[in-house]
């Protein structure tokens, strides 16, 4: 790290604020990045020759100690997830606050954007909860205090004294308990983003107004208010019901809560020290923040993998169930990757770190699930149009409802038609209807991660519910994505090894796993690999490169027709691996056909078994591949159950023939894991990312399984229909359940029946109907994938 130079005008003191009034350059403090002028500055040192200037005797000190630590430009890790650093609302994602507080649309308490270790409750629960028991403490006699004069006849105090004593009762718990309800129904009328705050605070407010009144001057209102001399007060449906509203509160924002225990299940994956290995070989466990890339690590039995990087020493197996949702460890030898979070078994590995911070995989993992959390499906406009209008069309319900008490209702008139507009107000609550989709994603997205599969957007996941149609390629996915060398068939004087030799000196530069099986069967015969010169890649076609002063052409038989190379000597040669379901990569050198080398790639053990899965849940299931038609008939017919086979496509092949399904209009999904499938991911309605394939890949696709093969796309399919499924009841039953309720409070059913719904009634049905919504959503949480 070395200083940087910056203007003085630019730049204030960092001590004083004011301007530096010295033409010197300006330069920051190597330990926390302050702006510090040298010539101004009695806090210096020199360290390899080269001086260093702070702005405080703690930097000096922390500098003096360890100044590798702040000279050191490698990255360091950083924490995985900072809570509390941005709030938002769970309905409407785009509110984004520095601190807790309460949604400017639909009156929600705010939350954490990305959870973290720190389980720490909502402070709004907090809040909540106190005045919940301060709400029922006082609501429990004034409850006595009513119910026992109106249902027992128990007179335990005069007429007199009785609505003096319920208002000393009611005022706490209206005035104070209920205070944040009032607020956010005022700011809900200031913003014209009317909500069930908007409800509450005008029936609550309504009761207690008109009891407040009748309490203080009771003489204004004509005799036909009054019963048995006296004017009836509500200050018990007030109380009450603001009492129940906060437990409903309280049961919602616990259950919210909840939603975030997948984010921090993996958060507790990562550990939060590791044993570093110095130079001279001893180790020191150190927190996790202080190491770096190129350390090498220890990794005892038993112990999680600190951050990713690759084996250098040891043997193990490590359970990698956090990222593919397999039970079933997987075997690390020297130059096998790691991740870090997952758990190493009975051996001990000697590991370097590569990825640390923001680049591990698990950061990323936790990264795309917070973000798919606060995503918006397009099922969820359905609910967005209606709130639009169901809260103004509630107050108007009241108002008729009001109105035709007040003319036709039995005596006192006005106090029936008081107590049912105001449960109309109040058993109505627009939040279940907007909690239905946001509960039902978060969650869903939760459990996703837990199995290896990584939803980008909820608009991937309903997406992928619609699929009818499912492309996918050959290699990494119905394969296992790890061909072996199977044969070698030369052409001429040139031998076996010698053709190997120059094929995997080319092959050397490429990623693709066939390139991969190529180099790893040069290196076990020892042959010694050459540097390659004018590297190029025939998309679709193969590689070429000079190798040893020697042009090397590897590829299809479109990529030996392009340089002129006749290939039918090698025509029956090759044909017979291929039938043997082998890949061929025909070879010419310097202009001549050498050679072909033949690899296979075995067929996944759970591919027929997925196939048939998928199948039995309504997809067509269609094999895209470049490879030759053999080789991919031949895995066809072994996996069974493909509706269609394509190959020797090239990745604008793969994209139009995305583009024609949907052209025929079939909801198509792709899944793939390589460079030349990101077409066609990009094109399908929905892509699905092998999490064994390329950033590129994962990054044109709306799923990614971490878990690359067909088993995880089950899951994927599974979790989407569960997802769904589980907002269709929650939507169900918000709709249900105003369609059903608005009209009971309303009296509907008073004619019939004789019976009428108290404010408190409706109060807890609403207090209830969102808790409900939000423990459904929690059920995806034990789907099984």
């Given at each position: ?45 020199t360290?390899d ?8 005797a703690?930097?000096?000190s ?17 924490p ?57 403490a ?40 209920g ?30 107004l008109?009891?407040l ?60 020290t ?24 220890r ?99 009241a ?44 969650v ?38 790890k ?6 068939e030369?052409v001429?004087e ?77 025509f ?38 997925s196939?048939?899965a ?16 053999t ?31 949907k ?11 390589g ?60 709709f ?49 994938l």
């Amino acid at each position: 790290m070395t200083e940087t130079a910056i203007p003085t005008d630019a730049v204030k003191d960092c001590c004083s604020g004011s301007p530096q009034e010295d033409t010197g350059v300006l330069i920051k403090d190597p330990v926390c990045g302050m702006i510090v002028t040298p010539s101004a500055s009695t806090l210096t040192t020199t360290h390899d020759g080269h001086p260093y200037y702070f702005c405080s005797a703690g930097c000096l000190s922390k500098f003096s100690a360890d100044p590798a630590r702040y000279l050191d430009d490698r990255p360091r890790i950083e924490p995985v997830a900072v809570a509390g650093a941005i709030w938002t609302c769970p309905m409407h994602p785009e509110i984004r606050r520095d601190g807790p507080g309460s949604c400017p649309i639909c009156g929600m308490a705010l939350e954490p954007e990305a959870p973290s270790l720190d389980d720490a409750p909502i402070p709004e629960l907090v809040d909540f909860t106190r005045r919940w028991w301060v709400s029922a403490a006082l609501s429990v006699p004034l409850l006595v205090l009513t119910m026992g004069t109106d249902l027992l006849g128990l007179h335990l105090v005069s007429a007199a004294i009785s609505p003096w004593l319920q208002l000393a009762l009611a005022a706490p718990i209206v005035l104070w308990a209920g205070a944040p309800f009032f607020v956010r129904g005022w700011n809900s009328l200031k913003t014209r983003h009317l909500n069930m705050f908007t409800l509450i605070a005008i029936g609550v407010g309504a009761a207690f107004l008109y009891s407040l009144v009748a309490t203080l001057v009771p003489g204004i209102f004509p005799d036909t208010f009054k019963m048995q001399g006296m004017v009836p007060v509500y200050y018990e449906a007030a109380g009450v019901v603001v009492a129940l509203v906060l437990l409903g509160q309280v049961l919602e924002l616990r259950a919210r809560a909840s939603t975030g225990k997948a984010i921090r299940a993996l958060l507790n994956l990562a550990p939060k020290t590791a044993r570093r290995i110095a130079p001279d070989g001893t180790e020191t466990e150190v927190p996790l923040a202080e190491i770096v890339a190129g350390d090498r690590l220890r990794v005892r039995p038993g112990e999680a993998v600190p951050v990713d990087g690759i084996v250098v020493d040891g043997k193990s197996s490590v359970d990698e169930s956090m990222l593919t949702g397999e039970p079933l460890p997987v075997a690390k030898e020297s130059a096998s990757a790691l991740t870090g979070g997952t758990v190493n078994g009975t051996g001990s590995l000697v590991m370097e770190a590569q990825a640390v911070g923001s680049d591990t995989m698990l950061a990323r993992i936790v990264k795309m699930v917070a973000e798919a959390q606060r995503s918006r499906a397009p099922i969820q406009a359905v609910a967005d149009r209606i709130s639009g209008w169901f809260v103004p069309l509630v107050i108007a319900i009241a108002v008729v409802t009001f109105i035709v008490w007040s003319l036709v209702g039995p005596e006192p008139r006005i106090g029936h038609a008081l107590l049912n507009a105001i449960a109309v107000l109040i058993i109505a609550c627009p939040c279940a209807l907007g909690l239905a989709t946001p509960m039902s994603i978060m969650v869903g997205t939760g459990r996703g991660a837990q199995a290896g599969v990584l939803v980008k957007s909820a608009e991937a996941l309903q997406g992928f519910e619609q699929v009818d149609t499912l492309l996918i390629d050959k290699t990494g996915t119905l394969t296992e994505g790890k061909p072996k060398l199977v044969g070698i068939e030369t052409v001429g004087e040139l031998a076996q090894d010698d053709l190997l030799r120059f094929v995997a000196s080319v092959e050397a530069r490429s990623e693709h796993p066939l390139a991969h099986a190529i180099v790893t069967a040069a290196k076990e015969r020892n042959l010694s690999l050459s540097e390659p010169d004018g590297f190029e890649v025939q998309v679709g076609a193969g590689i070429s490169a000079k190798v040893g002063g020697h042009v090397v052409v590897v590829g299809n038989a479109a990529q030996m027709q392009r340089i002129g190379v006749d290939a039918q000597p090698l025509f029956e040669a090759s044909e017979a691996k291929r039938r043997e379901g082998a890949g061929i990569m025909l070879v010419a050198v310097d202009g001549a056909l050498a050679g072909f080398i033949a690899v296979a790639d075995p067929i996944r053990a759970n591919a027929r078994d997925s196939i048939s899965a998928l199948r039995k849940q309504g997809l067509r299931v269609i094999m895209l591949t470049g490879d030759n038609p053999t080789t991919a008939q031949i895995v066809a017919d072994a996996v069974g159950g493909l509706d269609e086979v394509h190959a020797e496509l090239k990745p604008e092949d793969k994209a139009r023939i995305v583009g024609e399904l949907k052209a025929k209009g079939a909801n198509v999904a792709m899944a793939g894991d390589g460079i030349n499938d990101a077409p066609a991911l990009a094109a399908a309605d929905v892509g699905l990312a092998m999490g064994t394939g390329t950033d590129v890949a994962i990054e044109s696709a709306g799923i990614t399984l971490t878990k690359g093969d067909l088993a995880a796309v089950v899951r994927a399919r599974t979790l989407a229909k569960a997802t769904m499924a589980n907002i269709r009841q929650n939507l169900f039953f918000s709709f249900v359940f105003n369609g059903i309720g608005v009209p009971i409070a309303a009296g509907v059913l008073y004619p019939v029946t004789g019976l009428l719904m108290s404010p408190m009634f409706a109060g807890a049905a609403m207090a209830m109907s969102s808790f409900t919504v939000v423990v459904n959503a929690l059920r995806l949480g034990r789907v099984k994938l």
